[in-house]
């Protein structure tokens, strides 16, 4: 099953994504309205739910505005070096442990939503990513524990700023300019996607610069909670980015960086796409 954020009419709304939308409020009114709330309550609301993904489609997706799936997401964590083939191509060693950064809620965008090429940088880079939606209060957890922790998947992006990046040992900076953590176009819940298999890629102006496979992850989502859930409690609508495939623009001779105008395509098979513009800030 797949649910989204979205506005129509100049209301913001949750629904479940199929051909079209089916709007969870018209049906369900004591739903929760907010979806880390709906996600925390999930237990309580999913046998409905999930008989209202068998009906018909009442909403045309070209007529609403995809919002991100989770607005204001209480943590970011993001993971580098986490794909081989992206190991490789950075000419460094396979990490023996997790390197993790994080980005602001204010980064946070749209699957349609346009990107801004900051003032101070020329350095944009994409990195197409699987982003964990967390379902469950978490510490400490242990292998089932962190599955059972997942709620769902979404579709992301990790835009970088290669310069601020790179410009001390410490990644966060880099990674936190204001839009540049869109995903979406909904969250696929995690008893419908193989996470072991999915293809992943992102187009720049229609070439594709990455094309890939989540068998490629050198940790996968179950560790990667296990280790984060060690040092902080998890908790619903809290989002790991899992980490880039080869092929960013970092990556290329000359680095191929993203300019105004770029329209950068982010897909996951089983989960979606999305489609960003770049604009000046």
């Known amino acids: 099953m797949k649910i989204l954020s979205y506005v129509y009419g100049g209301s913001e709304a949750l629904g479940i994504m199929t051909d079209g939308i089916i709007p969870i409020a018209r049906h369900l009114p004591e739903a929760p309205a907010d979806m880390i709330a709906l996600i925390a309550d999930w237990p309580n609301w999913s046998d409905e739910i999930a008989s209202l993904a068998c009906g018909p489609a009442e909403i045309a997706l ?19 070096l986490n794909y081989a083939d992206h190991v490789a191509e950075s000419n460094m060693d396979s990490p023996s442990d997790q390197l993790w950064f994080s980005k602001p809620a204010t980064a946070v965008i749209g699957p349609n939503d346009n990107i801004r090429l900051p003032r101070v940088s020329e350095q944009l880079d994409y990195e197409a990513e699987l982003v964990v939606v967390i379902g469950k209060v978490c510490r400490y957890a242990n292998t089932e524990e962190a599955r059972a922790a997942i709620f769902g998947y ?19 900076l880099g990674k936190s300019f204001d839009s540049h953590a869109p995903h979406g176009p909904c969250i696929a819940t995690a008893n ?70 770029d329209v950068v395509e982010t897909e996951i098979s089983g989960i979606g796409a999305m489609s960003n513009r770049v604009i000046a800030d």
């Open 62 to 80: 070209d007529t609403v505005r995809l919002l991100p799936p989770i607005r204001r997401p209480g943590k970011i964590c993001c993971i580098g």
């Open 192 to 261: 419908e996607i193989d996470v072991s298999n999915l293809h992943i890629q992102c187009r720049v102006n229609g070439e594709t610069r990455q094309s890939s496979n989540t068998q490629q992850l050198i940790f996968d989502p179950i560790e990667q909670i296990q280790h984060l859930s060690q040092v902080m409690t998890l908790e619903p609508g809290d989002l790991l980015f899992t980490g880039t495939p080869s092929g960013v623009g970092a990556g290329f001779k000359p680095p191929r960086w993203l300019r105004e105008g």
């Open 154 to 172: 979404c579709v992301g992006n990790d835009v970088s700023v290669r310069d601020w990046q790179f410009r001390t040992s410490q990644f966060m």
